[in-house]
């Protein structure tokens, strides 16, 4: 049964289905507060996400799909892009050094995998048909190749080594020292490059294999897409600022 509180007038009573409670909030007072800057002159070393590239990968897909209970009308599509994998893989170096064994990446192929996620709305009768929904998820993989001019910000890589020292053999110099070696290795840990996603458009032409008449319904459903899919891919770096009164 409605709730009547509320009047026209002082007249008629207005129904208002479907009440919830509500409860009053009190207002605080606020007021501006002063932070704590560094001063003037201060460079501090801070490490933050640098955006290495910002690239749109074209993915296209075909697939087919089978409607159970049968379709009269395709209503509405939905779509979303959920990535599973975005690796940069590096593949040629700057010769010049930034640091000991740290170059620039000139060169990269970014990996990308993933699935296109669809809900699809449909009719199943051509008057009084009930709307039915089904969610299927389309995968999708490849790479993309980032040349120089891609790049905002070269990503960095650091090199690790390894190396083996022989002795000569005391009782006979003209043959090495199978006993006795000497190890060095060093361990450069870098940051994994990783990608965000920025935006998705969609091009997609959904159709029966076998075309219907008006009055007929289909179980298969044919779909080609296109998506322009815009990846930033980023790397943690530290970076110098100056602060500034």
């Given at each position: 049964?409605s709730?009547?509180n509320?009047t026209?007038?002082?007249?008629c009573?207005?129904?208002?289905?479907?009440q919830?409670?509500a409860t009053?909030?009190?207002?605080f007072?606020?007021?501006?507060a002063?932070?704590c800057v560094l001063?003037c002159?201060y460079k501090?070393?801070i490490k933050?996400?640098a955006?290495i590239a910002e690239t749109?990968?074209?993915?296209?897909v075909e697939?087919?799909?089978?409607l159970?209970p049968?379709?009269?009308?395709i209503k509405?599509?939905?779509?979303?892009?959920?990535?599973?994998?975005?690796?940069?893989?590096?593949?040629?170096f700057d010769e010049?050094?930034?640091c000991?064994?740290?170059?620039?990446?000139?060169?990269?192929k970014l990996?990308i995998?993933g699935?296109?996620?669809?809900?699809i709305?449909?009719?199943?009768g051509?008057?009084?048909?009930?709307?039915?929904?089904?969610?299927?998820n389309?995968?999708?993989s490849?790479?993309a190749?980032?040349?120089?001019?891609d790049f905002i910000t070269f990503?960095?890589?650091?090199?690790s080594?390894e190396s083996r020292?022989r002795?000569?053999?005391?009782?006979?110099s003209e043959i090495?020292?199978l006993?006795k070696?000497?190890?060095e290795?060093?361990?450069?840990?870098?940051?994994?490059?990783?990608?965000e996603?920025?935006?998705?458009?969609f091009f997609?032409?959904?159709f029966s294999?076998?075309?219907?008449?008006t009055d007929?319904?289909?179980?298969?459903l044919?779909?080609?897409?296109?998506c322009?899919?815009?990846?930033?891919?980023?790397?943690l770096r530290q970076i110098r600022?100056?602060?500034?009164?």
């Open positions: 049964m709730q009547q509320n026209n007038n002082g007249d009573p207005i129904g208002i289905p479907c919830v409670t009053p909030l009190t207002p007072t606020d007021e501006k002063e932070p001063g002159g501090p070393v933050v996400p955006v749109t990968i074209q993915i296209c697939t087919n799909l089978e159970s049968a379709a009269s009308e509405r599509v939905y779509k979303d892009v959920f990535l599973t994998q975005c690796k940069l893989v590096p593949v040629d010049t050094e930034l000991p064994g740290v170059r620039n990446v000139t060169r990269a990996f995998a699935f296109i996620r669809k809900d709305e449909y009719a199943t051509s008057c009084d048909g009930v709307i039915r929904d089904k969610i299927v389309v995968p999708f490849g790479y190749d980032l040349k120089c001019h990503p960095i890589l650091g090199a080594s020292s002795f000569v053999n005391p009782k006979n090495p020292r006993d070696y000497f190890f290795n060093s361990v450069y840990y870098n940051e994994q490059p990783y990608g996603l920025v935006s998705a458009k997609e032409l959904d294999p076998c075309p219907v008449d007929e319904t289909f179980c298969n044919r779909e080609k897409i296109v322009d899919l815009t990846v930033k891919v980023l790397q600022i100056n602060s500034l009164d």
